[in-house]
């Protein structure tokens, strides 16, 4: 009796073992749902032609020249004032996780889809997890553009 219960025991304990190596985890399941969802797709993309310059790939940003959007309490504040710094742009002092950053950062070019992807991009991969916006609210915040702060040079 204990030797059947010795087999049953080491036959499930395979049973398991083999499983876990063919079924990915939640967290990879997870990564597997986001990379296959074109409007994350599209902020990928969008993020790597027209942020990731200045703010790096993996949203680390340039020591002393460009703020990190990687944890960044700044992009925790009020989603509105993101939304509007990459609709048109920033020329302010600002400051990120204790870091004072003077300079400018142009507009993004794009659709209200496409910076909409951008922000929920930024949000879902540097650890920011807390904002999303739908291309509606991008939209809303464009026509009421006149209360940003707008660079000068695109008034």
Do not use: W
């Not at 087999?7 to 190596?21: A, D, E, K, N, W």
């Not at 993020?47 to 990687?70: E, V």
């Amino acid at each position: 009796m204990k030797r059947n219960y010795l087999f049953f025991l080491l036959f499930i304990t395979g049973i398991l073992s083999v499983f876990t190596i063919i079924i990915p985890s939640y967290t990879e399941l997870i990564q597997l749902n986001k990379k296959s969802d074109i409007r994350y797709l599209n902020g990928y993309n969008q993020y790597n032609k027209k942020c990731a310059f200045c703010h790096q790939q993996d949203g680390s940003g340039i020591k002393d020249y460009f703020p990190p959007l990687y944890n960044s309490d700044y992009l925790l504040k009020d989603k509105k004032v993101v939304a509007e710094v990459l609709i048109f742009g920033l020329m302010d002092t600002i400051t990120v996780n204790g870091k004072t950053y003077s300079g400018i950062m142009h507009p993004v070019l794009g659709t209200d889809q496409d910076i909409a992807d951008i922000f929920n991009y930024m949000y879902q991969e540097f650890g920011n997890n807390a904002q999303s916006i739908t291309s509606l609210e991008i939209s809303t915040i464009r026509q009421k553009g006149k209360e940003a702060k707008r660079l000068e040079i695109y008034k």
